[in-house]
């Protein structure tokens, strides 16, 4: 519990950085505005982005006293496999373009603190490599259009010896992102002199993420969205790749089944009919998200559906949840309201576009630091003592 307030003393770039909420605003001065703009924005008038964290105000703590708090740990098992505690980095979608080698580094400062980590289908990095880093990494896939495509990329992924395949649903077409687009972002990337003036003025990321890519790995490529590399982030051929999934049914995910021997979970969930379905295809588990507020404006949030669908698959059913996590007092309130485990994104490639390596071991820290002590507070030793009791 201490190895966060380590990290604090020996790195001066973390000097004030108390909780993920400052790696995030420090990542945002640090990012150009374009690439800024991608990483903490939402879509149309960003309300669900809002929504996600104004949620977690419905609900209050409620303590107990003299509980005898001496022995309390943060470790928590899913699927018999423990962690060190019950959240993980969810899928972050070209972070060695925001963080220099930004997939590697979450995933060795997760392996390290025993917490799991989502690669993103999207992202510019082999799997086959991020798995050195992390060997129990998990691995989320956008479904191609095509079966043999599908088939091919779930024949690389276990040949990688990958057990936990994630698969997102939530994006059957492309989302109306404004911010991205006001900012200058966009697939394929664009090179234009608003970008350049944008990079002079962040010359961190231009000379350490950016040129530091280009020197070490070339021009970053989409690496893991097929089962052969795919097109590099300036091609026009990087949107081709990343539609033509709006046909794409449950159908796909009962063969998906079939085929995939490992763990299964269902991305982007949020209604409890589809809670029940991801259930009778026989899929692991499921994430129940709105995929941090970047699809669909005004939807609802993770956390509001959290007890309906708990309530309608049962006790024994694994149901995760994304979007909004930035406190352990939220951890705690969505373990409470049904969640048998938690994700969160932005705050940890923030953590790796400020420190590196060190600055997600700090992320991490803080993290289950805070939640080691909220329950603490709330009279809890273990993970597994969370209920709808603590809340009000």
Not at 1 to 28: G, P, Q, T
Not at 59 to 75: F, I, P, Q
Not at 167 to 195: H, K, Q, Y
């Given at each position: 519990?201490?190895?966060?307030?380590?990290?604090?003393?020996?790195?001066?770039?973390?000097?004030?950085?108390?909780?993920?909420?400052?790696?995030?605003?420090?990542?945002?001065?640090?990012?150009?505005?374009?690439?800024?703009?991608?990483?903490?924005?939402?879509?149309?008038?960003?309300?669900?982005?809002?929504?996600?964290?104004?949620?977690?105000?419905?609900?209050?703590?409620?303590?107990?006293?003299?509980?005898?708090?001496?022995?309390?740990?943060?470790?928590?098992?899913?699927?018999?496999?423990?962690?060190?505690?019950?959240?993980?980095?969810?899928?972050?979608?070209?972070?060695?373009?925001?963080?220099?080698?930004?997939?590697?580094?979450?995933?060795?400062?997760?392996?390290?603190?025993?917490?799991?980590?989502?690669?993103?289908?999207?992202?510019?990095?082999?799997?086959?490599?991020?798995?050195?880093?992390?060997?129990?990494?998990?691995?989320?896939?956008?479904?191609?259009?095509?079966?043999?495509?599908?088939?091919?990329?779930?024949?690389?992924?276990?040949?990688?010896?990958?057990?936990?395949?994630?698969?997102?649903?939530?994006?059957?077409?492309?989302?109306?992102?404004?911010?991205?687009?006001?900012?200058?972002?966009?697939?394929?990337?664009?090179?234009?002199?608003?970008?350049?003036?944008?990079?002079?003025?962040?010359?961190?990321?231009?000379?350490?993420?950016?040129?530091?890519?280009?020197?070490?790995?070339?021009?970053?490529?989409?690496?893991?969205?097929?089962?052969?590399?795919?097109a590099p982030v300036f091609s026009s051929a990087a949107v081709r790749d990343t539609t033509g999934r709006d046909h794409i049914n449950w159908n796909h995910l009962a063969r998906i089944r079939r085929l995939w021997q490992g763990k299964l979970v269902v991305k982007g969930v949020l209604s409890v009919a589809d809670a029940r379905l991801c259930q009778q295809y026989s899929a692991d588990g499921i994430i129940?998200?709105?995929?941090?507020?970047?699809?669909?404006?005004?939807?609802?949030?993770?956390?509001?559906?959290?007890?309906?669908?708990?309530?309608?698959?049962?006790?024994?059913?694994?149901?995760?949840?994304?979007?909004?996590?930035?406190?352990?007092?939220?951890?705690?309130?969505?373990?409470?309201?049904?969640a048998d485990f938690v994700f969160t994104g932005r705050p940890f490639i923030s953590a790796a576009t400020v420190a590196g390596v060190v600055g997600v071991e700090h992320a991490i820290g803080l993290l289950q630091q805070e939640l080691e002590r909220d329950m603490g507070m709330l009279g809890l030793n273990r993970i597994a003592d969370i209920n709808r009791e603590c809340l009000t």
């Amino acid at each position: 519990m201490v190895a966060a307030y380590e990290n604090l003393s020996r790195d001066r770039r973390l000097k004030h950085i108390y909780n993920l909420a400052d790696f995030e605003h420090s990542a945002h001065k640090l990012l150009p505005r374009a690439l800024s703009a991608y990483v903490f924005g939402g879509v149309e008038d960003n309300q669900t982005l809002a929504r996600n964290r104004s949620q977690f105000d419905d609900y209050s703590l409620l303590t107990r006293v003299l509980s005898d708090v001496s022995s309390r740990h943060t470790t928590h098992s899913l699927w018999n496999r423990s962690y060190a505690a019950p959240f993980g980095i969810a899928p972050v979608g070209v972070s060695a373009l925001i963080a220099f080698n930004g997939d590697n580094v979450m995933a060795s400062a997760a392996y390290k603190l025993g917490v799991p980590m989502i690669l993103s289908g999207s992202s510019l990095t082999r799997l086959e490599e991020v798995k050195q880093h992390h060997p129990d990494v998990w691995f989320q896939a956008y479904l191609p259009g095509q079966p043999d495509l599908q088939d091919a990329l779930l024949a690389r992924v276990a040949a990688a010896g990958i057990d936990t395949l994630v698969i997102t649903v939530d994006i059957p077409v492309w989302a109306n992102r404004e911010n991205n687009m006001r900012a200058g972002f966009s697939l394929p990337l664009r090179p234009s002199l608003a970008l350049l003036i944008d990079g002079v003025l962040h010359p961190r990321w231009s000379l350490g993420t950016f040129l530091g890519t280009l020197q070490s790995r070339g021009m970053p490529h989409f690496e893991n969205s097929f089962a052969t590399r795919g097109a590099p982030v300036f091609s026009s051929a990087a949107v081709r790749d990343t539609t033509g999934r709006d046909h794409i049914n449950w159908n796909h995910l009962a063969r998906i089944r079939r085929l995939w021997q490992g763990k299964l979970v269902v991305k982007g969930v949020l209604s409890v009919a589809d809670a029940r379905l991801c259930q009778q295809y026989s899929a692991d588990g499921i994430i129940v998200s709105n995929h941090g507020g970047r699809q669909l404006d005004t939807v609802t949030s993770p956390l509001q559906q959290l007890p309906l669908i708990r309530q309608a698959v049962g006790q024994d059913y694994v149901v995760m949840m994304d979007s909004g996590i930035r406190r352990g007092t939220d951890v705690i309130k969505a373990l409470a309201l049904g969640a048998d485990f938690v994700f969160t994104g932005r705050p940890f490639i923030s953590a790796a576009t400020v420190a590196g390596v060190v600055g997600v071991e700090h992320a991490i820290g803080l993290l289950q630091q805070e939640l080691e002590r909220d329950m603490g507070m709330l009279g809890l030793n273990r993970i597994a003592d969370i209920n709808r009791e603590c809340l009000t």
